[in-house]
């Protein structure tokens, strides 16, 4: 159960599920599945939430940041785009027409301060990614600050959100839609409980401690 890199076999971890599927599927067979983790500690819990939702990451069609639009003007709810534009055509034909800063606006990049204030400050972050990612670091950061995930149930996310504890699985936008009127009902302290459960660094560390004492034996 191993890669080979420089010649050598190294064990290979899968970040994900998703992963280890996908590295199967091409003769590779990971060891184990540890999940990356963040330091909870850099994210503040916050169960009051400010009147928008959140969309972050990379701007472009695999992300479904459009999707996220329409769901938001749907629902008659505020959104807020961070995150670099990494298709200047989808961004000028399909998100920024949208863009009237007032109920949809883009901040654009923000330092790691500024982002985090307003993952916590969101009632949802909205993430409808479009193909079998392997693991979204911002659903954990979201979940940390006590914020649940409205996202595509297709990849990493169905491992990260807990539907109806931690936010919502959805296949499409009339369930992203419904799923943004029904999120005031989940427990955000939860949502932060379970990032300390699972996605911590400290639980990252301690699996991969044990993983090395397996596999030498110890």
Do not use: W
């Amino acid at each position: 159960p191993s890669a080979k890199v420089a010649g050598f076999k190294v064990p290979m971890v899968a970040i994900s599920e998703t992963q280890r599927t996908r590295l199967e599927r091409r003769g590779i067979k990971p060891v184990a599945v540890v999940y990356n983790g963040i330091d909870v500690e850099k994210y503040p819990f916050s169960a009051e939430k400010d009147d928008f939702h959140l969309y972050l990451g990379r701007i472009d069609r695999s992300k479904g940041v459009h999707i996220a639009v329409q769901a938001a003007r749907k629902a008659g709810e505020k959104l807020i785009i961070i995150g670099p534009v990494a298709d200047s055509e989808y961004f000028r034909r399909f998100v920024e027409p949208n863009i009237d800063g007032v109920n949809i606006k883009y901040l654009g990049e923000v330092e790691f301060g500024v982002k985090v204030e307003y993952l916590a400050r969101a009632k949802a972050l909205l993430y409808p990614v479009q193909y079998e990612e392997f693991f979204g670091i911002v659903m954990v950061e979201a979940l940390a600050t006590g914020t649940p995930v409205i996202g595509f149930a297709r990849g990493s996310v169905t491992e990260i959100v807990r539907h109806g504890v931690t936010g919502f699985l959805v296949r499409d936008l009339d369930e992203m839609i419904e799923a943004i009127k029904l999120v005031d009902s989940l427990d955000r302290r939860e949502c932060r409980r379970d990032v300390e459960r699972r996605f911590s660094s400290k639980v990252m560390a301690q699996r991969y401690e044990e993983l090395y004492r397996k596999l030498a034996g110890t």
